[in-house]
Nanobody
Framework: QVQLVESGGGLVQPGGSLRHSCAAS????????MGWYRQAPGKQRELVAG???????DYADSVKGRFTISRDSAQTMVYLQMNSLKPEDTAVYYC?????????????WGQGTQVTVSS
């Protein structure tokens, strides 16, 4: 019902920047929240940043001041601007969307993109 396609991963040196994009399609009018998660090997998936339809954004403490989440006016794209990258940011990053359906809330995931921060 909702499909998410990510782009923007890659290899970057410490202190560099990357921009992740996530395109939503399908029943996009039902989406009320979008966010970015990441998962490093052997660790649980964690929330990096999220944004509501009203534009309210929240960030994990580890990325505050360095990452910025945003959405376009049509609510079909979500972005994650990643600045001052550190090796600790290395992970697979996943786009997430939460939609309201008749039976409740549904969660949707992008395919995941690798971000590697290394010199």
């Amino acid at each position: 019902q909702v499909q998410l396609v990510e782009s923007g991963g890659g290899l970057v040196q410490p202190g560099g920047s990357l921009r992740h994009s996530c395109a939503a399609s399908g029943s996009i009018r039902s989406i009320n929240y979008m966010g970015w998660y990441r998962q490093a090997p052997g660790k649980q998936r964690e929330l990096v940043a999220g944004i509501t339809n009203g534009g309210r954004a929240d960030y994990a403490d580890s990325v505050k001041g360095r990452f910025t989440i945003s959405r376009d006016s049509a609510q079909t794209m979500v972005y994650l601007q990643m600045n001052s990258l550190k090796p600790e940011d290395t992970a697979v990053y996943y786009c997430n969307a939460v939609s309201e359906v008749r039976t409740g809330s549904a969660s949707h995931w992008g395919q995941g993109t690798q971000v590697t921060v290394s010199s």
